[in-house]
């Protein structure tokens, strides 16, 4: 019996990079005897409304023809109701800028979800559940606060038609501005933590925008949050260090800490911004938790 997927095309991704290469890609996908019946987005949260209303019509099987962006409005247009409904599984053509949640799997990205995809191959993975002032949301990859965060919402109003020498022009902004900042959180229960950092991440996976291995720990598969923290640096100091945010290395400098987790709860206070899944939100963060293989990953 042939497999049967909806896939959610985002045309914007990858700076219309998806509007180009999505018919094509998807030919492909069917070639290797998956029914697909697509819809495609106009609008920021249509991924979400478009999920939603397939799960309630019957489909479990998914594809994120996009970016991390895309996946993140499926993943919160099919939970929570697919914690306690039947099961779903989710694929993703990488066609946006980041990526990221598949890098963890493959570097060979289209190629890599059709094979899976051909071989039937699942994997139960984990998502992180943030409840914040106004509800919650569901997540794959990470939350970011502090330095991420800051670059992600300056390159968003500045420079997002620039693509990825936009990212790199907005880090290079917020470097020559650098600010630490403080969020209260405590990890597990434990002790309050309101020291000033450069940033703080919560992840499921060790990659972000794209090429960034921010938590070289992080297993999607393993029932944790890998909590990585950076203290405060100077302005030179974080130049010459930048480079190891790219291979993992920036966890062994005497600034960085790690821990696992499978809850965080904060006490900001207010509204602050938020990287999520290539998405910067302003938002008051209450807590995190892992949500163990809560759905199925095709890879």
Known sequence: MKQRFLAIVNPAAGGGRSAKLADSILDLVRQVGVELEVARTTAAGDATALARRAYGDGFRNFLAVGGDGTAFEIVNGLFPQALSGDRVSLGFLPLGTGNSFLKDFTSSGVQYTI???????????DLIRLH???????????????LPAEVGALTNRRFKPLGELGYVLGVLARVVNLQHFAFPHRINGGEWDARPCLFLSFSNSKFTGGKM???????????????????????????????????????????????????????????????????????????????????????
Not at 115 to 125: M, V
Not at 132 to 146: E, I, M, P, Q, R
Not at 247 to 253: C, L, P, Q, V, Y
């Open 132 to 146: 914040h002032a106004d509800g919650d949301l569901h997540f794959l990859n990470l939350l970011s606060l502090g």
């Open 213 to 299: 291995m921010i938590a070289p720990h992080a297993d999607p598969t393993d029932g944790q949050i890998e909590c990585v923290r950076w203290g405060p640096i100077g302005r030179a100091a974080l130049i010459r260090t930048l480079p190891q945010l790219f291979t993992g290395s920036h966890i062994r400098h005497p600034l960085a800490s790690r821990a696992a987790a499978r809850r965080v709860d904060f006490d900001l206070g207010a509204t602050v911004n938020v990287l999520i899944d290539g998405e910067v939100l302003q938002l008051d963060c209450r807590w995190l938790e892992v949500l163990p293989a809560a759905l199925d990953a095709v890879v």
């Open 115 to 125: 094979n899976a995809l051909e071989n039937r191959s699942r994997r139960s993975c």
